[in-house]
Every structure is written in structure tokens, then in C-alpha cells.
């Protein structure tokens, strides 16, 4: 495994011309704090994909980076390319121009982030892959969740529903997420461990089963309002992620299906968690973000002070067969039974998650 070489001539210039971070720290010690600043410490840059397709980016993975980085005392910089591949690119090049040694990125698609990755590692700056692996980018490090364990928790929660609905035959709908995300292609081979047993046995149909390109809500939403007039006995749907989950969720109420039609989901969200509270979702998995980030940010400090951290994992990339080192996380199944554990972990507040009709609910499902 090539690992980045870190620039100390790149970090010397940032440390010359007392580069600040975009929205972030100056490099200066933190408030309160009585620690005093890495002097030769680097500049980490971040970019993030959207704040469309779920809403953790910038509530979530943002603060939570901030966070590690400010009290780590590093200059940092987190932009958010909004989808645009373009923009993705140009980012990356500007932080880079400014003196970025270690750039972390959330591919928007394997291609557009092999490209950025190739260019950094050129200009001696090390890289991280943050919870979507660039297939053939070949980053130092990547830093996620157990995608596949995702993808199972998603398929199991499912059936458990199914089975309290006493559902026979169900006809299974799939909204899987973006093409160009590995990440979705972990998820639906986690769901399909689960599911294709039961499609094969004849215990379940299978029904519609259709990509949501970018994870797009709206076209979700288009996509499931056409499986349910081509297929209306949908009997259950594996929806990737909180977004696509919502989605039909909306077209179910349309038809008066929601809550007779068990939905999936990812990320919760406190959208998500509502559905799951008004009995409308039937589970959601709970990526503790802030581990996920404390996790890429410690590695990130250590690169761009020159050293060269050891990941207690690997993943093998399945376009060029090399293992990448890893750290992945534990994701864990939501349902009703514990929706508290999310508000418990810090992850949403109550303020948040228990609004209006929601209060009730929440007393209900004991979150204090």
C-alpha cells in the first residue's frame, strides 16, 4: 500500500503565511483551553458531498469534526461540494493551493474521487477515504462504518416487521441507494444476504428493485409512486437510507398504506425517527457519527504531523485488489423499542425529535 507522503514544505508555507481555516480554526488554542498549538502541525482539508441526500453531513459529520479538530488545535477547512462534481474537484485544488497536507474526502462517485486523490497523493499530500471508499483511488486511509453489517441489520429489520404484520408472500420492494456509491453496493449485498434466501424459498416476492441515482429524494419518490402502480400489493420496502425511506413514506400516505407497509431506513435522522415514532418506518441503523468522525479526525492530526498511523483493520478494494487500511465502526438497528438509545447518545436532542403530536409519542417510547 503506497501511503501519502506528507509536504513539509507545503506545511512550512501554511505556517508562514498564517493560512485560516474556512469557517474553522486559525491554528490558535482553543478557549478554554491551556494547551498550546502545534506549531509544525499541517492543514487538514475536508469535503463533504451534499446536504441533500441526508441531512448528517452538515448537522452531523460537520460539528462533530470541528469539534475534534478545534480540540486538537489544527488548521482546517470543511467545504461541502453540493453534488457537483466540478465543484468537488476545485475545492480539493484549493485546499490544496492553500496548503492542505492531508485531505479527507466523501467521494461524490469513484471517478471524480480517484481523480482528486491521484492529484493530492502527486503533491505529497496524504489522503483519507471518509465513509465511502474510492474504488481504484487508492487513499492512505479509509474510515467508515461495516457497510455489509448495514445492509444486514436493514434486511433483518425488515423481516421482523414483516413477520409482526403476519404478512404471507409479502411482496418486497427495493430503493437502493446511488450507483456510483460503493457504499450502496455494501449496503444491498448486507439486505440481499437476508432477503434472497426467503425470495428463492418462496417465502417472500421479489418486487420492484431499482437504484436511486445520487440518492435523490424526489426522484425517489417518482420511482416508488411507479412501482406501486405497476406492483400496489408492495408488501414491504427496503429503503437504503432514511431519504429514500421518507420518500415512500409519502407516496404510501397517498394510498392510505402508511403503516401497513413496513419501510426501512439508514442514518437516523430525526425525520427518520419520526416515521419510526408515528409507526410509519419500521427501523432506521444508527451510525454513531461522532465516532466516525473522533476515529478519521485522529488519524488525520497524526498525518499532518508527519507521522504515520497504524488502522486496526483493513478492506480490500474490489477494483484493484488491495487492502486498505481501515477503521470501521458498529453500526446498530432503531426501532421503536429503542428510538431513546439515539437521543440517549447525544446524536438528536429531544428538542429536536419531540415536536408538536411527536411529544406524546415520545413519552411513549420513554425518552426522557
Known amino acids: 500500500m503506497r501511503m501519502g507522503i506528507l509536504s513539509m514544505t507545503a506545511a512550512a508555507a501554511v505556517l508562514a503565511l498564517g493560512l485560516t481555516a474556512c469557517g474553522g480554526d486559525s491554528g490558535q488554542t482553543p478557549a478554554g483551553s ?18 441533500k441526500s441526508s441531512a448528517r453531513w452538515e448537522t452531523a459529520d460537520r460539528k462533530y469534526l470541528e469539534e475534534a479538530f478545534k480540540a486538537a488545535g489544527v488548521q482546517y477547512d470543511i467545504q461541502n461540494a453540493q453534488n457537483d462534481k466540478t465543484a468537488f474537484q476545485t475545492i480539493a485544488d484549493q485546499m490544496m493551493t492553500n496548503g492542505a497536507t492531508v485531505l479527507m474526502i466523501v467521494n461524490l462517485d469513484s ?10 497523493r502527486s503533491q505529497g499530500v496524504a489522503t483519507i477515504d471518509y465513509d465511502r471508499l474510492t474504488l481504484g483511488g487508492n487513499a492512505a486511509y479509509y474510515v467508515s462504518f461495516d457497510n455489509s453489517k448495514v445492509g444486514t441489520l436493514q434486511g433483518e429489520g425488515l423481516v421482523k416487521c414483516l413477520s409482526e404484520k403476519k404478512a404471507e408472500k409479502p411482496i418486497v420492494a427495493y430503493l437502493n441507494g446511488s450507483p456510483t456509491d460503493n ?3 455494501l449496503f444491498k449485498q448486507g ?6 434466501p426467503k425470495f428463492d424459498s418462496g417465502e417472500y416476492v421479489k418486487g420492484p428493485d431499482q437504484a436511486v441515482p445520487e440518492w435523490d429524494n ?37 394510498n392510505n398504506l402508511n403503516g401497513k ?5 439508514q442514518d437516523a435522522t430525526v425525520q427518520g425517527l419520526q416515521n419510526i415514532l408515528a409507526g410509519d418506518q419500521c427501523m ?9 468522525a473522533d476515529a478519521a479526525a485522529k488519524l488525520a492530526v497524526s498525518l499532518a504531523k508527519g507521522e504515520k ?56 417510547a420513554g425518552i426522557q
Not at 439486505?191 to 434472497?196: I, N, Q, R, S, T
Not at 484493484?320 to 428510538?339: S, Y
Open 34 to 51: 491551556t494547551a498550546q498549538p502545534t506549531q509544525k502541525t499541517g492543514k487538514i482539508g475536508v469535503i463533504l458531498p451534499d446536504s
Open 111 to 120: 471517478g471524480t474521487g480517484k481523480t482528486v486523490i491521484d492529484k493530492a
Open 183 to 185: 457504499n450502496a453496493t
Open 191 to 196: 439486505y440481499d444476504g437476508v432477503l434472497k
Open 218 to 254: 424526489t426522484q425517489a419518490g417518482t420511482i416508488f409512486e411507479q412501482m406501486l402502480t405497476s406492483q400496489p400489493k408492495i408488501a414491504g420496502v427496503l429503503a437504503a437510507n432514511d431519504g429514500l425511506g421518507n420518500a415512500a413514506i409519502t407516496v404510501l400516505k397517498k
Open 261 to 265: 407497509v413496513p419501510v426501512t431506513g
Open 284 to 292: 432506521t441503523v444508527y451510525k454513531a457519527v461522532k465516532k466516525e
Open 309 to 364: 498511523p497504524q488502522a486496526t483493520g483493513s478492506v480490500k478494494d474490489p477494483e484493484t485488489g488491495q487492502n486498505v487500511p481501515a477503521e470501521l465502526l458498529e453500526p446498530q438497528a432503531i426501532t421503536i423499542d429503542n428510538v431513546k438509545d439515539v437521543v440517549a447518545d447525544g446524536y438528536v436532542t429531544k428538542e429536536e425529535l419531540c415536536t408538536g403530536d411527536f411529544a406524546a409519542k415520545c413519552t411513549d
